[in-house]
Structure formats: C-alpha cells, structure tokens
C-alpha cells in the first residue's frame, strides 16, 4: 500500500530564507508526482505535477525534483515571503487497486516578516 | 464553471441527520474524486468517479455514505445518519482526462456533527 510521508511536519523560518520541504513515498510505481498548497479553511490549489518520466518542474521562485527510484520529492521555494505561510501538501497518483492521489500529512510553513 | 464548485461551504448537522454535499466539477472533466480531510491531517480517498461510472469506492468509511454522479457531471456525496466522527472537510477534485494529469479542487464542505 502506497504511503506517503512529509518531513518536516512544520517549519518557521525568517522572510528571505531558502527552504526545502521534503516528501518519501514508498512504492515507486506512480503516474505522476503533485504538489499543493492549502491555506486555512480553503481548498488545495496545485504548485507543481511532475510526471515520472520527469525529474523537476518550476514555477516562479518553486521548484520540484523527484527521484522516483529512491521514492523521494523535494519542494525548494527560493526567498521565501510571509505569503508563502500556509500546508504545503505532497501527493502521488498511482492506477492500480486504490487508483486514486495519495496524499502526505503536509508541512505546516510559517514564514515571519 | 471557472473552478470546482461545492455546495454548502459549511454544513452543521446533528447526529443522527442525514446530509447531502454537492460538487460541480471543471466543464469537461472527466473524472471526479471525493476526499475527506480531518483537522490536521492529509486529504482521504473516499471515492473515484470516470464519468458516470464509480470505479473506485473503496475509501467510503461505512455503508452510511453514498455518492453518486448520475450524468456524468454534478457529484452529490451523501452521509446517512451522521456521527460524530464524521466531521471533516469534504473535498472535491476533477481532472480532465481519466489519465494521471492535473487536479484541481474545490474549496471543500465543512461537516461539523454536533
């Protein structure tokens, strides 16, 4: 059974920082790897989707890697800003018997002025 | 639509009452996913819709909860004699193609059960 885990569960940093949020996942057969971010009380808007033939994807100051073989993707968000606060959510689609996204716990970011 | 639309935003019901949550998905989009979310954790698969067909309820937690997507476009998950536990947000997702793509999803029912 698919599990995903993210590393750390929160993480507050000064404006300014470059962080790295980490995300394992345990069985390697996906279709493609998605990260999100959900504000409080808000639904999940989509960061990045790397497919698994791909190795990273980019957005702005966001950037994604996956290494499906060692079954890991890192979220690398350079100068971090305060609007970057929120749960930064990692999740792996795979077909099969669950045939769904399976999502990891999230990384709770704060990020201070 | 625009985006992923739910329908309540909130919803408090007492235990015991039965609930109807309501999703109209991105125009076009094929496929449709439930998830349920509780309070600090990750999203939970409930279920998986390929047009009008479910091909996947094998998150529903108890034969209480229901969905269904009759033609193909609006989903409507329903929970039968609500607990406590069931109190969570309710989210709803859609992609375009039945392939691994994109998701894109609403802002979600909040389910209290007093």
């Known amino acids: 059974k698919q599990e995903v885990t993210q590393i750390p569960a929160a993480l507050s940093v000064p404006e300014g920082e470059n962080l790295v949020l980490n995300c394992s996942f345990t069985d390697s057969a996906i279709y493609n790897l998605q990260w999100f971010r959900q504000d409080p009380g808000k639904g999940l808007t989509s960061l990045l989707l790397?497919?698994?033939?791909?190795r990273e994807q980019t957005s702005g100051r966001l950037n994604a890697s996956l290494d499906k073989s060692s079954g890991r993707s890192t979220l690398y968000i350079a100068a971090s800003q305060p609007g970057d606060s929120a749960t930064y959510l990692c999740a792996v689609f795979a077909w099969g018997s669950q045939g769904n996204l399976i999502f990891g716990k999230g990384t709770k970011l704060s990020v201070k002025p | 639509g625009a985006g992923v639309s739910q329908s309540p935003r909130y919803k408090v019901a007492k235990r015991g009452q039965d609930v109807a949550l309501r999703c109209d998905p991105i125009s076009g989009h094929v496929s449709l996913f439930w998830y349920q979310q509780a309070l600090g954790q990750g999203p939970e698969f409930l279920t998986y819709?390929?047009?009008?067909?479910?091909?996947?309820k094998s998150g529903l937690p108890s034969d209480r909860f229901f969905a269904e997507r009759p033609e193909g476009s609006v989903s409507t998950l329903k929970i039968q004699r609500t607990q406590q536990e069931d109190s969570a947000v309710y989210l709803c997702a859609s992609i375009l193609t039945g392939g691994g793509g994109e998701l894109f999803f609403g802002e979600g029912s909040r389910l209290t059960v007093l």
């Open positions: 819709f390929q047009n009008e067909a479910q091909l996947d």
């Open positions: 790397i497919q698994s033939s791909q």
